[in-house]
């Protein structure tokens, strides 16, 4: 099972970027990296999905390495409503999933 | 709205007792996923059905089991239940059946509480 390191949590102020990495040493040639958000007493809301290099959209940017041990969920410009739990989530070979504890965002005005 | 319907949203029940929890998926998705989330273990992963047939397992206990209808929803059976298993239970959805290769879609989840 491919074990995934997120930060506990971060800080932040309104408009800054925030930028969240998680670490999956074991993550499978063909499994992709997806980024979720939760607020409290809902369920996880995809953000974006991505293999390698970059990919951005409307929300968030994904960075990704060449050797994917590694990705980077950036949300630019936070605002107070970006205040919730950030899990990534990747796969490994043996097609079990493996989410991060979470990392929990909080902005602050 | 994700388009993911679990019902009901809240359980309590006591120990030894079996609940169903059921999940409708989006329109148009064929697989469905199960999650256990809980304060000390965060979200685990625990079993995955695509058009009907088991896909994938995770970390699912022998007393929890879970089935996808020809209508493509799903249930989820707990069984001889203990303190332990009282979390918050997830579906999601998704289009095809790769497993980490695809947006899942999720519920707002059922809140089991045991007694």
Not at chain 1, 35 to 55: A, D, E
Not at chain 1, 82 to 92: I, K, M, N, Q, S
């Amino acid at each position: 099972l491919a074990k995934t390191t997120q930060p506990i949590s971060m800080d932040s102020y309104e408009g800054q970027e925030v930028n969240i990495t998680c670490s999956h040493n074991n993550i499978a040639t063909n499994d992709y990296i997806t980024w979720y958000q939760q607020f409290p007493s809902q369920g996880p809301r995809f953000i974006i999905q991505g293999y390698k290099t970059k990919v951005t959209n409307e929300v968030a940017s994904l960075f990704i390495p060449a050797d994917r041990k590694s990705s980077t969920l950036s949300l630019p410009r936070v605002s107070l409503s970006d205040t919730a739990v950030y899990y990534c989530l990747v796969g490994d070979n043996d097609y079990k999933l493996s989410f991060g504890a979470g990392t929990t965002v909080t902005v602050r005005a | 709205d994700s388009g993911v319907t679990q019902t009901p949203k809240h359980l309590i029940t006591a120990t030894g007792q079996r609940v169903t929890l059921r999940c409708s998926p989006r329109s148009g998705d064929l697989s469905v996923y199960w999650y256990q989330q809980s304060l000390d273990q965060g979200l685990q992963f625990l079993i995955q059905y695509y058009n009907g047939e088991e896909r994938a397992k995770g970390n699912i206990l022998e007393r929890f089991s879970a089935q996808q209808f020809p209508d493509l929803h799903s249930e989820l059976n707990l069984s001889s239940l203990e303190l332990g298993d009282s979390a918050l239970y997830f579906c999601a959805s998704s289009v095809g059946s790769g497993i980490a290769n695809q947006p899942q879609h999720f519920g707002d989840g059922t809140r089991l509480s045991i007694l």
